[in-house]
């Protein structure tokens, strides 16, 4: 079925600008966008539906390319201890931190995590958040990791929202793994990354490489396995120390390499060459009051696409706004508002492979869109906190909340 969507402006973020064409109009047939430009030049046919998005502004739909929505429990107590001074090493001491993510997650049943995330989701999706990744990663065997991959493809079967599963196995050492990574690494690409895939549960590989998860060496073998069954593969890189991983997970050119802060020109100079995506991550950034900023100025001189994303996880970023991640990339990075918007469109939709179909608005792409009720697109980072008026359209349907 067809559709006219006319008065409004439109970002289209086409080439990572805004690329606006002022009083435009699309024209959506099924679920695709089949024509888009000035509203004068939009042939007028009576028979098709005409909806009059009232001078909003329109972008693409905003994609969060870097979650972790699926979890048990929360780490609420935690962060308040941190606060009364108890030390992070005391909390870990008494089976909190990551392990205690797990032990609720592996706990609560697949209903019980699916009603949670959608929770979480909610306030993405009203948001404007068309699309989002989803990592596994708080299972960390074969049974737990299955539960929280299917609870992401029924996610997908229960919203109209786009859903990319990765699967995280390489995130922490399960506590039953202790002092064998090695062998842990084994049971990942021996046993649960080919069942995983085989369920076709999993669209992409994801690993922690880092000084308290995985070393460069064991990463590289999770990729040569993602590679074996033709996954594409993502890298949890430099947050916390320079390991390298960058520079590895465009050597094996992944769709994206996530956090940077503590990565070389060098590396940056890897991803410019293979163009894999550099996810920047603010929200974890600010939990934990680090100092070292990932090289933005370095990544936009060689052309190094630049992603944003809430991270939304219990323990580093507990953020349930993707706005208030692009007012962060242009307040703390130093992003301009075009760039930030590119980062939550464009660019998020390379750093899940969805660079054809999705993140800009243009013919043959989704029709994935947000009418916004605003005077300018930077309003969109500029406002902070609140629920800015919108209207949010999914493959050519306007939802409802
Ligand atoms: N990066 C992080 O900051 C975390 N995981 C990751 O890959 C933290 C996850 C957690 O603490 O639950
Ligand atoms: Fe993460």
């Not at 994609?63 to 001074?85: P, Y």
């Amino acid at each position: 079925m067809k559709k006219r969507w006319y008065n409004c402006h439109i970002a289209t973020m086409q080439n990572g600008q805004y690329s606006i064409i002022e009083n435009g109009a699309i024209i959506s047939n099924a679920h695709l966008i089949e024509w888009i430009g000035p509203e004068a030049e939009c042939a007028v046919d009576s028979s098709i539906e005409s909806i009059d998005l009232q001078g909003a502004w329109v972008t693409p739909g905003l994609i969060d390319c870097h979650t972790h929505s699926v979890f048990g429990g929360n780490r609420s107590r935690e962060f308040e201890q941190r606060l009364n001074g108890v030390s992070y090493a005391e909390i870990a001491a008494q089976g909190g931190g990551i392990v205690s993510t797990v032990k609720a997650t592996r706990a609560a049943s697949e209903a019980e995590l699916l009603a949670l995330a959608l929770k979480r989701i909610e306030h993405l999706r009203r948001e404007g958040v068309t699309c989002i990744e989803i990592k596994s990663g708080y299972g960390l065997d074969l049974a737990n990791e299955r539960k929280m991959l299917r609870v992401i493809r029924e996610i997908a079967a229960q919203l109209p929202l786009t859903v990319k599963s990765t699967c995280l196995a390489a995130h922490a050492l399960p506590p039953e793994y202790q002092d064998r990574a090695d062998e842990y690494i084994d049971h990942v690409c021996d046993i649960m990354l080919p069942s995983l895939h085989a369920e076709q549960l999993i669209d992409a590989v994801d690993a922690f490489c880092e000084y308290l998860a995985f070393s460069p060496a064991q990463v590289e073998r999770v990729f040569q396995t993602a590679k074996r069954l033709g996954l594409p593969i993502k890298l949890h890189a430099e947050q916390l120390s320079a390991l390298g991983g960058s520079s590895l997970a465009a050597h094996y050119h992944a769709l994206s390499a996530d956090h940077l802060e503590f990565m070389s020109e060098d590396d940056v100079l890897a991803m410019a060459a293979s163009n894999t995506v550099a996810v920047i991550l603010p929200g974890a950034f600010f939990m934990l009051k680090e100092t070292q900023y990932p090289p933005i100025q370095s990544l936009l001189k060689h052309g190094v696409p630049i992603a944003l994303s809430t991270d939304l996880n219990p323990g580093t970023s507990p953020v349930l706004s993707l706005r208030l991640m692009l007012n962060m990339g242009c307040t703390l990075f130093g992003l301009t508002p075009e760039q930030a918007l590119a980062g939550a469109t464009l660019h998020a939709a390379q750093a899940l492979g969805l660079a054809d179909s999705h993140g800009s608005l243009a013919v043959g792409k989704v029709a994935d869109f947000v009418a916004w009720d605003i005077e300018h697109p930077a309003e969109i980072m500029y406002w902070l906190g609140g629920d800015l008026n919108k209207r949010v359209i999914h493959h050519a349907q306007e939802l409802t909340f």
